[in-house]
């Protein structure tokens, strides 16, 4: 093992310890039981991101809005200086009131003090908005983000160049004083290397020029036409976003530097860690956070000391490959042959990357573990290995905004999962445009799939301060207006209609954070990604487009990961403690040209795997395989040397197509976890036994109508705790926009089990009950149910021994198939329900059929007349401040309220009520609804309602005889803020808010079954 392999094998952490714990006898035998799920505990609970105009805050305003936070079922909140909607910044005191200044730090002790009373944890960012910046730095500091710009002149072949070296053809930034040249280069123009934008030259030709002082003297030989580069070192000059917050200014740090980061921690050290704020730290503090790396440059990002950097990690020099890897306004400036010029590039972004890994989220992460917290960062915005990076994390963290493809996700999560680390963060939920008209229905669909390619915790986008200097109505919002109009969403918080019913959206992100941290992950493949980025849309060849769909799970694995202690091959599996990948599937660098290229050092651990009896897949020309950067000596020889050893392992299948993928992973012995069925007889609306229910009921003799492996919407991921198996599922995009759009979907699904004698249990991330499932069949390879989903709508499955989550039934026998609605266990024992009367046969899994009567069942019933109360949110006396005005309806149909001219432009909480007669139990289908709703029937509140498909069993709170039923619906607040806020708002249409139904009460009948 060589220094930097060492160097990269201690930066991303001891893995191995991790893992292991799941391995141990505690963990193994663990047990939830019924309030497991019910009451999940702070730390799996959302977040927020908690934007303050800098220090404008208040400190008992901070201590109530902690308590609301509380109070709505958040686990925690991260305090970052934002302010972009504050347009006129003269209204800001950056001196008296900024970040990090006494009044600042006064906020931060009270909002962790306060969080320690009510048991949530507070995050901090690194500092002022985004990238990390401190105010005891200027441009032209050391510590500083620094540039190499480039100035240029061509000499003709003879002519004599005689003058100051040419200026950087881009202007220094405001602030930059200081510029260093670095070297001066000539080189020969070769046309033949031009393309487009770029001037051709060539490498041979490449020369170093002296330099007296800043002087040039330099004749050009006579063969050609030449260009004198010269090279200057200077500062960049960014700033974080949407400044200033300090006075002076803050400037942003080298991301690529140990002084960079050491400017960080000493301006932590000296000016904001004050005693109380490091005592509080310890009871309530939770990670320290970067937002993406977004270094903005008008040249090539650098740091001083690249050139000795790069030569000692890539074995050759930097100098004569300066040209080609040169940015002006982030565009190339010189070429050389093709595949040279993408080798050279690719040797500098991963000098680049090992430096910033190192550096940057390797020193900040040591620190935070010195103050008690975790590091949490956005490790993306660069042509860095973001996969690596989250590694080095302890929490990794994506977003909604920036990942159009979930293989985003993806890239965090093989870092994550290989380091042994449990979370998996992603900012939620900002849309452009979408201030004060986004819906949670939209923000819970946008995070179903992410939930599936890995993610675990929520941070929401985000809670504003209540007020700041010249916000208006609702009040301060850290992204609204935006250049004018309406800005990024979204300010929940009080000041939203919605939240009063953000308990139950609260508790149900809680519940999926909670399954998906239970146990360890699994996932079928690991795709080797030689460069890994990720926020770039890009997937893996044959996975994403049509794996996916099929029931594969794949994650991506970078080479510094293959370091990791858990990185070992046992038993057919790569990291069996921890994703326990079966296969490992190898493409060409789709970020270079797609070119066969790898490692000699990763080559090798591929060739060890292979022989530890790793599957393995390869696509492409691998034969020929290149080293990803400019070659040693023989170094693309012994790489081929290895290639053809591993091709010659009976493990290892080499395809030239990737339509031969699946063919390849079948001859390996190699399926996925998950396989469906779609149904041919699908119901979109076949009412709410298509929905909760779970059941492969189509009988012996449907299987020949079973399309198998038919392209599906439908997203999988599995964890294992010990012998019990959690998967999440969820109708859900993989990617943004998808084309046909997401639609219901109806397959029989086919689950891997830990144990053979493992029993299904479906489990609700909005009511937090666990029932168990009883219809399914046993097959060899586990059990098979039924799955109907809505668009968006997820489901939770876990399988385990009976008795799991506080159920009662035992191992008493289900059914494998039934002609009824649905088949179900009630008070323990099997039962069965449907919406008409008659005699059903159900056989059951003790080989027996049996049958049962359902007498007579009322019909559907809808409910159009309704009493309609609207509390009508208007602006109040301050900006922080909102009126009530409420108003009164009768309707003999239900309409959205753009349809009734007195509620067109309301925004608020609608109650609805009507009375009907019923006689027995019924589901209530509410049809389409926005926004939030919860349910009262009989004056007793109904378990939270599935948001995306509402519909809810109220058998048990029916009453024979009159019923009486509320619907309290609660709306966003654009439709108010387009006449109370035209000049910003005015160009929002019109959002059909309230109940628009149909709403039907469903009833059926339901008798236990004979078993």
């Known amino acids: 093992m060589n220094d930097l392999t060492r160097r990269g094998f201690l930066l991303l952490g001891t893995a191995a310890t991790a893992l292991a714990l799941t391995d141990s006898p505690a963990f193994a035998t663990r047990s939830p039981g019924k309030a497991w799920l019910a009451r999940p505990g702070r730390s799996v609970r959302p977040m927020v991101r908690w934007w303050w105009p800098d220090a404008h805050v208040d400190p008992a305003e901070i201590r109530r809005e902690i308590d609301q936070l509380a109070a709505a079922g958040f686990g925690g909140a991260e305090i970052a200086a934002v302010h972009h909607s504050i347009r006129d910044k003269s209204v800001l005191d950056p001196a008296g009131h900024g970040w990090g200044t006494p009044a600042w730090n006064a906020a931060v002790e009270a909002a962790l003090d306060q969080a320690a009373r009510r048991g949530i944890r507070v995050d901090l960012t690194i500092g002022p908005s985004w990238p990390a910046a401190v105010p005891s730095i200027t441009p032209d500091s050391p510590a500083a983000v620094k540039e190499l710009a480039h100035g240029s002149v061509t000499v003709a072949a003879g002519a004599t160049y005689a003058g100051d070296a040419p200026p950087p053809a881009v202007p220094p930034a405001e602030g930059v004083t200081e510029r260093k040249l670095l070297l001066v280069q000539a080189a020969r123009i070769e046309p033949a290397h031009s393309t487009g934008d770029e001037t051709g030259l060539d490498p041979a030709s490449v020369r170093e020029v002296p330099v007296t002082g800043e002087s040039v003297t330099w004749t050009a030989p006579a063969d050609g036409e030449w260009v004198l580069i010269s090279y200057w070192e200077r500062g960049s000059g960014q700033r974080p976003e949407s400044g200033p917050h300090t006075a ?66 890539r074995g050759h020099p930097l100098a004569p490959l300066l040209p080609v890897v040169l940015l002006a306004e982030e565009d190339p400036v010189f070429a050389y042959e093709a595949a040279m010029t993408r080798h050279a590039r690719k040797d500098y972004w991963d000098t680049i990357s090992e430096l910033f890994n190192e550096h940057h989220f390797a020193g900040l992460r040591d620190w935070a573990h010195s103050l008690g917290l975790k590091s949490r960062a956005q490790p993306y915005g660069l042509r860095t290995d973001a996969i690596a990076a989250a590694a080095v994390l302890d929490i990794p963290e994506g977003e909604s905004l920036g990942f159009k493809n979930l293989d985003d996700y993806r890239c965090l999560a093989g870092g994550r999962d290989l380091a042994g680390h449990e979370v998996l963060s992603s900012e939620a939920g900002a849309y452009a445009g979408g201030a004060y008209t986004t819906t949670w229905t939209k923000l819970l669909t946008t995070m179903g799939g992410a939930y599936a390619a890995g993610l675990n915790q929520t941070v929401l986008h985000g809670f504003s ?24 969403s979204e300010s929940w918080g009080p000041r939203q209609p919605t939240w009063q019913h953000i308990s139950d959206i609260s508790g149900y992100f809680a519940r999926v954070h909670q399954v998906l941290r239970e146990g360890v992950p699994r996932a079928d493949v690991a795709v080797l990604r030689q460069t890994g980025y990720t926020k770039t849309g890009i997937g893996a060849s044959w996975f994403t487009r049509d794996g996916i769909p099929t029931g594969w799970t794949h994650q991506f694995v970078s080479g510094p ?247 009662r039934s035992g191992r008493r026998p289900h059914a494998t198939a039934t002609d009824a609605d649905r088949a179900l ?66 309707l003999d149909a239900l309409l959205p309220w753009t349809e009734i001219p007195e509620l067109a432009d309301v925004s608020g909480i609608g109650t609805y009520t009507t009375t009907v007669d019923l006689d027995g139990p019924a589901y209530l289908e509410l049809g389409e609804v926005t926004d939030t709703c919860r349910v009262r029937v ?66 059926y009948g339901e008798e236990r079954v004979r078993t």
């Open 465 to 488: 301060y209540a007020s700041a200097p010249g916000a208006a109505w609702p009040g301060f919002a850290a992204f609204t207006p935006y250049d004018g109009t309406a800005g990024y």
């Open 825 to 890: 266990y009630s008070g323990g024992d099997l039962a069965v329900r449907a919406a008409k009367a008659g005699t059903y046969t159900t056989a059951l899994s003790t080989g027996r059929t049996v049958t049962t009567v359902i007498g007579e069942v009322p019909p559907p019933v809808e409910l159009s007349s309704w009493r309609l109360e609207v509390e009508d949110w208007r602006p109040g006396a301050t900006p922080d401040r909102t009126d009530k005005v409420v108003h009164e309806l009768s």
């Open 561 to 807: 990961l293959l370091d990791l202690p858990a990185a070992r091959v046992s038993g057919g599996r790569l990291a069996p403690s921890g994703p326990a990948y079966k296969a490992l599937f190898v493409e060409g660098d789709k970020f270079y040209a797609g070119e066969p290229t790898m490692t000699v050092p990763v080559a090798g651990r591929l060739l060890e795997y292979a022989r530890a009896g790793l599957p393995i897949v390869l696509l492409g020309a691998w034969e020929s395989a290149s080293v990803p950067g400019l070659p040693g000596d023989g170094e693309n020889e012994r790489l081929r040397e290895i290639a053809a050893a591993l091709l010659a392992e009976p493990t290892v299948r080499l395809v030239a197509d990737q339509a031969d993928v699946p063919g390849a992973l079948a001859d390996l012995g190699v399926r996925p976890d998950a396989r469906f069925d779609v149904r041919p007889d699908m119901r979109p609306d076949a009412g709410p036994d298509m929905r909760p229910d779970m059941r492969p009921d189509a009988g012996p003799d449907a299987e020949p109508d079973m399309r198998p492996a038919t392209p599906s919407t439908l997203l999988t991921l599995r964890r294992v705790a010990g012998k019990i198996d959690y998967y999440y599922l969820c109708n859900g995009k993989h990617v943004e926009n998808p084309k046909p759009p997401v639609a219901p979907i109806d397959h029989d699904v086919t689950l891997a089990r830990a144990d053979r004698h493992g029993i299904p249990y479906v489990l609700d991330p909005w009511t937090g009950r666990a029932e168990r499932i009883a219809l399914y069949t046993e097959e060899p390879d586990g059990i098979r149910l039924r799955v109907a989903l809505q668009p968006g709508q997820a489901r939770i499955v876990a399988i385990g021994r009976a008795g799991l989550f506080g159920d």
């Open 938 to 1003: 009989n004056g007793r509140r109904l378990d939270p309602v599935d948001q995306i498909s509402p519909v809810v069993d109220a058998g048990p709170y029916l009453r024979r005889g009159t019923n009486t039923i509320e619907v309290e619906v609660a709306t966003p607040l654009g439709n108010r803020l387009r006449t109370a806020d035209p000049d910003v708002y005015g160009g929002l249409k019109r959002q059909p808010y309230g109940l628009k139904g149909p709403v039907r009460l469903l009833p």
């Open 248 to 313: 002076p200014e803050a400037y942003v740090v080298d991301h690529f530097s140990a002084a960079g980061t050491r400017a960080v921690i000493d301006h932590w050290e000296s000016e904001l860690l004050t005693p109380a704020v490091r005592r509080l730290l310890r009871k309530a503090g939770g990670a320290l956070f970067e937002d993406s790396i977004e270094i903005e440059t008008d040249a090539l990002p650098w740091t001083p000391g690249l050139l000795e950097e790069f030569g000692r990690r």
